[in-house]
């Protein structure tokens, strides 16, 4: 069923939006000098919010998850988790009841099935929305990381993750990547995007971040996340670099725990802060917080989103920057160990926190807030300086201008020919060929026309791509081989490895995806017993790249840093000779029997 709220497949008219907005919002769009689109005049914002009630400079704060496809007619299953979670049935309704600023788009909650359908969900919101009275537009977002973090899936263009752009070390593909996947974004009627990680990953046993930073190189990184800051924007969507004060070396993760980052003053300096100050230069517009203990930036024991001496006295005083800050996400428990999720929102304003980032009790949240300023805890002029700074970013990204996506230019925009060609060349760039003893790749079918392909096939990130066997098996017969296919998962049994052992012998050469390998895991007994049939093994880390220590018997090793079909193509066509490989190490790789030494330093990547 599709959402009705759009009307059809027409563009909504501006007539439509003034009549359907407020007074003020018309006033933005065309009253005094002409304003254009991502044009500010803060004195009309201003007078935007004085106009506003209280409740509704609440609403404008917050940015909630809602499930369904649709705004007005979801699904069952959808009603009645909203009714359950919201008690509305509705993303309509939520918005009535809360007037609230911002929606987050995830794949759990079923709002991205396809790029029409998330078009007409987003207009549908903007539409709801702005039938309020004094009604605004909605700033939706998402988490579009790419690599292993991603909510729109095919038919939508998918690039490489950040660590393999890492990998790829191109300022220019960076800043494509953010253009055109921006692009995307915004022809689906999405705003914000949750992106780059800013990061920097120096710890290998990371379990939160990895292969979603850039890399272990402050410098580096800092390049790559300014680069894609401005593909980002120059598409009029909104980059968010998180998670600051920075998330890289941490061995806790934060949606299961409260991780410390134990690093003094000056290596936070050195470390952390440069891909940040990266982005503030750069002109970002949100930048998220972490849910993370960093004593030496305050030692209060309050995660960095609930510290006001991080968010007002590092980021807004010492890095200048005065865009919109927003929490990561309030239901992780790395945020929720110390306080109770009604005093949560209530600090992370008094932090200088602007966007309060999907709270698990909406109700709870927004009326603890709304209490705070009645109770005198929080003054409503503090809310005004949130308010005016999500107002003047919705006023930049255009939306006060025109909020709605045009429905017939989704197809045009979305995953065209181009885009998808664009980033099959981007990923050729990326693909490191980390171990090649004897030359044995690239290999040839006239050679070795019979491979055998297994390994883990991991769920797809945005559920509509690989299984990731099947991915490299289908491009490697496009190269001319012929494939044979088994998934023999991240833990193989006894039983599992066997019939890989057995199907090996029938192979001119195997190629195995191996994801985050431990001393202790079967994956590494399967790649064993495969070495020791003597045909030709190529392995594939599909994620982590640290992978290759503990299999020092392979004599060919190349890294893709993520699963999607994107990588495991290119990861193909060099394994076929169809391109040679071209990354370099972004992190540097520690033996696995002594991890104070560097078995592969930053730089590291063979080529033919």
């Not at 309030?330 to 945020?335: E, K």
Request: charged content about 20%; aromatic content about 4%.
């Amino acid at each position: 069923m599709h959402d009705t709220s759009t009307g059809s497949t027409a563009k909504p008219s501006r007539r439509t939006v003034l009549t359907a907005g407020a007074a003020a919002t018309a006033a933005l769009a065309v009253g005094g000098p002409a304003l254009a689109a991502g044009e500010v005049d803060d004195k009309l914002l201003r007078g935007l919010v004085s106009r506003m009630t209280l409740q509704e400079k609440v609403g404008q704060l917050f940015v909630s998850r809602v499930y369904g496809h649709s705004a007005t007619a979801p699904d069952q299953a959808d009603i009645d988790a909203n009714l359950k979670e919201f008690g509305v049935r509705t993303a309509a309704e939520l918005i009535a009841k809360y007037r609230l600023g911002g929606v987050i788009y995830f794949v759990w909650a079923h709002n991205t099935r396809n790029p029409r359908q998330i078009t007409e969900l987003s207009n549908g919101i903007q539409r709801a929305s702005l039938d309020q009275p004094r009604g605004l537009p909605v700033l939706i977002s998402t988490d579009q990381e790419h690599g292993i973090v991603c909510r729109v899936g095919k038919p939508a263009t998918l690039f490489p993750g950040a660590m393999a752009m890492g990998a790829g070390g191109s300022r220019s593909d960076a800043r494509t990547l953010g253009r055109i996947a921006g692009r995307e974004l915004r022809a689906m009627g999405i705003r914000q995007d949750y992106t780059p990680v800013a990061d920097v990953n120096v710890n290998p046993a990371n379990p939160v971040i990895g292969v979603r930073s850039f890399g272990a190189d402050p410098a580096a990184v800092s390049r790559l996340v300014a680069a894609e800051v401005e593909g980002y924007q120059h598409s009029g969507v909104a980059a968010t670099a998180k998670h600051f004060p920075g998330h890289g070396d941490t061995e806790v993760d934060s949606h299961y725990g409260f991780p410390t980052i134990t690093h003094t003053r000056t290596q936070w300096e050195t470390l952390d802060a440069p891909p940040f100050r990266a982005a503030v230069a750069a002109g970002i517009d949100s930048i998220m917080t972490a849910h993370i203990l960093v004593p030496a930036l305050d030692d209060s024991g309050d995660p960095a989103t609930l510290s006001r001496p991080i968010l007002t006295g590092i980021l807004r005083e010492q890095l200048g920057y005065d865009g919109v800050v927003v929490t990561d996400s309030l239901d992780m428990a790395g945020v929720r160990q110390k306080y109770g999720d009604d005093r949560v929102p209530v600090l992370a304003l008094k932090a200088g926190v602007d966007q309060l980032l999907n709270p698990p009790k909406l109700d709870v949240a927004w009326n603890a807030v709304l209490k705070a300023v009645q109770d005198g805890e929080l003054t409503e002029e503090r809310l005004d300086e949130s308010v005016l700074r999500v107002l003047r970013l919705k006023a930049k990204l255009g939306l006060l201008h025109d909020p709605y996506a045009v429905p017939g230019g989704v197809d045009r925009a979305v995953g065209n020919l181009a885009h998808l060609a664009t980033a099959d060349r981007i990923a050729e760039r990326t693909t490191t060929l980390l171990v090649n003893e004897g030359g044995l790749l690239p290999l040839s079918p006239a050679s070795h026309g019979k491979v055998l392909v297994l390994g883990a096939d991991l769920a797809s990130p945005s559920g509509t791509t690989g299984p990731p066997t099947g991915v490299l098996a289908g491009a490697l017969a496009e190269q001319g081989f012929a494939t044979t296919v088994m998934s023999t998962g991240t833990a193989p049994s006894a039983a599992v490895i066997d019939r890989a052992v057995a199907a090996a012998g029938e192979a001119d050469a195997v190629v195995v995806g191996t994801y985050n390998v431990s001393a202790t895991s079967s994956q590494k007994t399967l790649v064993e017993r495969l070495l020791a049939t003597g045909v030709p093994v190529v392995a594939v880390a599909v994620r982590n790249p640290y992978d290759v220590a503990r299999l020092p018997g392979v004599r060919a090793y190349l890294a893709t840093y993520s699963w999607t079909d994107v990588e495991l193509r290119a990861a193909a066509r060099v394994i076929a000779g169809e391109v040679s490989p071209r990354g370099k190490l972004p992190v540097p790789v520690q033996r696995a029997d002594d991890p104070t030494k560097v078995l592969y330093p930053i730089g590291h990547g063979l080529t033919y």
